[in-house]
């Protein structure tokens, strides 16, 4: 697709339409993020232990289907994809308040709804990374993330601020009627954009094993990608276990009031803004490669200043820390996708984007459970400790590897019309 020279991708109408897609479902996400666990503690009075079984039952959808999600991608058009589980969602969605009415509302119909979504969002994020090369260009992956990521982080500041008036007005079950209408409505944005890809070249004996080893291939073949990956696990990991007591310490160690600690994290959704609008610079000049160990190194040591604060102005430091590691994270995160992108051919981008997600987060259901006891053994402040270390130190597979040097993706060694899952070696400019 041929860029605008003056507003960018914004003044192609097709993107406009995705960005809106984005926006409305991203919305929608941080309503379910709030309202959906606040429907078993405020209205089903679910114990601890149910609530954190709810919780990972919207992260089991990875495990579950993540690498034949993958392969089932990129036999078909992704766009449809995108449209149906936009709508699927919203329906399942819209079952809970109905339930809620009609006085059928359970915990075990709360865990349904957390497990279809769950998995539903699996194929609806495969299928939109792989859809955004074939929308925008590959030499337009940067561009295209970081006014992306842009519109996310903006969500995430808005969606809680919608989302805790509606609750207290209306109760957490209605309040997912909203949820579901915004996945709707981003449904059917989806399906106004105009550009149509090519369906996809059937195999000749389609296997869903041996697609999946295919992408396991292809992306074990790419040190780079690999070091991305192992990155992306340790990081995830440690980053869970420190979210798992970060409420628990402010609220019990600053003393801070509900009020207080929702200040705080609509300070990481704005942090995370200022990373995606400043993403696209700061990859150009400092360089791709770079960047996605730069990012967390130099941001997420600052994540310490929480388990040190107190009472008072300490605080605000704690603030300005969470601010910088969503920052980080953001960076990076648009850099490496666009990577990743870029070097993988159109055929196997649905597969390879699965695969990751499969491995990067996989260990996140063991994060919350780590972070509880951890926190149950050494307190909160010590949790925070730990995941502020090894959030710092998952950059080492990154440092270790050819991103070190490298500074621009190396599209030339990607054309979309690569036949084989073998990947050539990884050199730096």
């Not at 919305?27 to 209205?43: H, K, Q, V």
């Not at 603030?319 to 960076?331: E, H, N, Q, T």
Request: hydrophobic share 50%; glycine share 12%.
């Amino acid at each position: 697709m041929p860029k605008p020279s003056r507003l960018g991708l914004w003044g192609d109408r097709d993107f406009r339409r995705l960005s809106a897609a984005t926006a409305l479902g991203q919305l929608g996400d941080r309503i379910i993020f709030l309202a959906l666990p606040l429907a078993a503690i405020t209205a089903l009075h679910a114990d601890e232990f149910r609530i954190g079984s709810l919780t990972a039952l919207t992260t089991a959808g990875s495990l579950l289907v993540g690498l034949p999600a993958g392969a089932w991608v990129d036999r078909v058009r992704k766009r449809p994809v995108m449209v149906g589980t936009d709508l699927a969602r919203a329906l399942v969605l819209l079952t809970i308040p109905v339930a809620w009415w009609a006085g059928l509302l359970t915990i075990w119909w709360l865990y349904a709804v957390a497990l279809v979504h769950g998995v539903l969002t699996v194929f609806f994020d495969v299928a939109y990374v792989s859809y955004l090369p074939h929308l925008v260009g590959r030499g337009n992956l940067v561009e295209g993330n970081s006014k992306l990521s842009a519109i996310r982080s903006a969500a995430s500041i808005g969606g809680p601020t919608v989302a805790g008036p509606l609750v207290a007005l209306v109760g957490s079950p209605a309040t997912l009627l909203v949820s579901a209408a915004a996945m709707a409505v981003s449904g059917l944005f989806a399906i106004t954009i105009r550009k149509r890809e090519r369906k996809p070249e059937p195999s000749e004996h389609p296997r869903l094993g041996r697609e999946i080893k295919e992408g396991l291939r292809f992306l074990a073949g790419y040190p780079a990608l690999r070091a991305i990956v192992l990155g992306d696990a340790i990081f995830n990991l440690f980053l869970v276990m420190y979210q798992t007591m970060l409420l628990v310490f402010l609220e019990r160690e600053t003393g801070l009031q509900p009020s207080g600690i929702g200040l705080i994290l609509s300070g990481m959704g704005c942090g995370a803004l200022l990373g995606a609008l400043l993403a696209t610079r700061i990859s150009k000049r400092v360089g791709q490669g770079p960047v996605i160990w730069l990012a967390p190194l130099v941001t997420c040591p600052l994540t310490v200043l929480t388990p040190l604060a107190g009472t008072g102005w300490s605080v605000y430091a704690a603030a300005i820390g969470l601010a910088a590691l969503s920052l980080g994270g953001v960076v990076r995160v648009v850099a490496q996708s666009s990577f990743q992108q870029t070097l993988t051919p159109d055929r196997l981008l649905g597969r390879t984007s699965a695969t990751a997600r499969f491995v990067s987060c996989g260990g996140i259901p063991l994060g919350g459970l780590l972070g509880g006891a951890s926190g149950s053994v050494l307190g909160a402040a010590g949790t925070l400790w730990i995941g502020a270390a090894g959030m710092t130190l998952s950059v080492l597979p990154n440092v270790l590897s050819p991103l070190r040097t490298l500074r621009t993706s190396p599209t030339e060694q990607a054309p979309s019309t690569h036949t084989g899952a073998q990947a050539p070696p990884v050199s730096s400019t």
